[in-house]
């Protein structure tokens, strides 16, 4: 099976820090482009953060804030979020797409581009 289970979310006062996890099954992760998206409610679906191989990008709101990371020997990824606000509040996903060398993370900001989704987990951000 491809699958996505991500795990990491709960609630965190403003100012602290979460680590969100993306473990796949059945591919390998390397081989895909890996993208965070959050949702808060009444809100659609918004770019987070996009890694393809060792090249990552971030959402202008979470510059400086949050890090995307892989392990490859676990087949997951991470979304570190420090100094946390509520406006971060939402249910986080992760979503998975092939690959290929001329893709660039400019081009898998939209939700509709990525073919492999987890489950989402929630993250509350509120003192």
């Known amino acids: 099976q491809l699958q996505l289970v991500e795990s990491g979310g709960g609630l965190v006062q403003p100012g602290g820090s979460l680590r969100l996890s993306c473990a796949a099954s059945?591919?390998?992760?390397?081989?895909?482009?890996v993208g965070w998206f959050r949702q808060a409610p009444g809100k659609e679906r918004e770019g987070v953060s996009c890694?393809?191989?060792?090249?990552?990008n971030y959402a202008d709101s979470v510059k400086g804030r949050f890090t995307i990371h892989r392990d490859n020997a676990k087949n997951t990824v991470y979304l570190q979020m420090n100094s946390l606000k509520p406006e971060d509040t939402g249910v986080y996903y992760c979503?998975?797409?092939?690959?290929?060398?001329?893709?660039?993370?400019?081009?898998?900001?939209?939700?509709?581009?990525?073919?492999?989704w987890g489950q989402g987990t929630q993250v509350t951000v509120s003192s």
């Open positions: 979503a998975a797409e092939w690959w290929t060398d001329t893709d660039i993370c400019a081009a898998f900001t939209r939700p509709g581009r990525y073919g492999y």
């Open positions: 059945g591919f390998s992760l390397h081989n895909y482009v």
């Open positions: 890694m393809i191989s060792t090249n990552t």
